[in-house]
Antibody
């Protein structure tokens, strides 16, 4: 059974930092691109960042560039998102998801972890 | 920000057919990138419903079908059921470094 389990969300003040993790099991983690996708309360889905199989290629949504850093540890089947300089507009549920191929679909999703940025 | 436009809501009685449109541009759907669809039931994570424009993952009923033409795509649900009520999102590839993957604005499906 494929499982993606996110953790690390919580309440943080504006300007603060959080590190999200996603632990993957049941699939060959090291063979696929991985994405972070977020959903603000009551809003739609928004792609945030992605990383290639060996971590040498990383791409970010414009609004998070310079603040967020995606990384992976293939030995631990783990994906991370380091979020610094958090803003109120970063408040959302953050999902990790496997991308089936470079331009493709997200076939497996985690249950999400809620990040709330508020004073 | 969403660059794929969907109607905010569609509704239908049980057993009816509803369709959801997804309109993009020459930078995404019109550039030839595949369109995928996700179903998000209340309180749950998104679930892949259609991939590669018209393919259903294992376990997805054949009541769901997808198509793509030009800069648009559509999802059809036939034989509408109460458990289909939820939000539906299209997704394509953005080919822009500002947002590589683009999602639709989302459509709320209501079963009357």
């Amino acid at each position: 059974e494929v499982q993606l389990v996110e953790s690390g969300g919580g309440l943080v003040q504006p300007g603060g930092s959080l590190r999200l993790s996603c632990t993957v099991s049941g699939l060959t983690f090291s063979s696929y691109w991985m994405n972070w996708v977020r959903q603000a309360p009551g809003k739609g889905l928004e792609w945030v960042a992605n990383i290639n199989q060996d971590g040498t290629e990383k791409y970010y949504l414009d609004s998070v560039k310079g603040r967020f850093t995606i990384s992976r540890d293939n030995a631990k089947n783990s994906l991370s998102l380091q979020m610094n300089g958090l803003r109120a507009e970063d408040t959302a549920i953050y999902y990790c998801a496997r991308v089936r191929y470079t331009y493709g679909h997200h076939d497996y999703w985690g249950q999400g972890t809620l990040v709330t940025v508020s004073s | 920000q969403s660059v794929l436009t969907q109607p905010p809501s569609v509704s239908g009685a049980p057993g009816q057919r509803v369709t959801i449109s997804c309109t993009g541009s020459s930078s995404n759907i019109g550039a030839g990138y595949d369109v995928h669809w996700y179903q998000q039931l209340p309180g749950a994570a998104p679930k892949l419903l259609i991939y590669g424009n018209s393919n259903r993952p294992s376990g997805v009923p054949d009541r769901f079908s997808g198509s793509r033409s030009g800069t648009s795509a559509s999802l059809a649900i036939t034989g509408l059921r109460a458990e289909d009520e939820g939000d539906y999102y299209c997704q394509s590839y953005g080919s822009s470094l500002s947002a590589l993957y683009v999602f639709g604005t989302g459509t709320k499906v209501t079963v009357l």
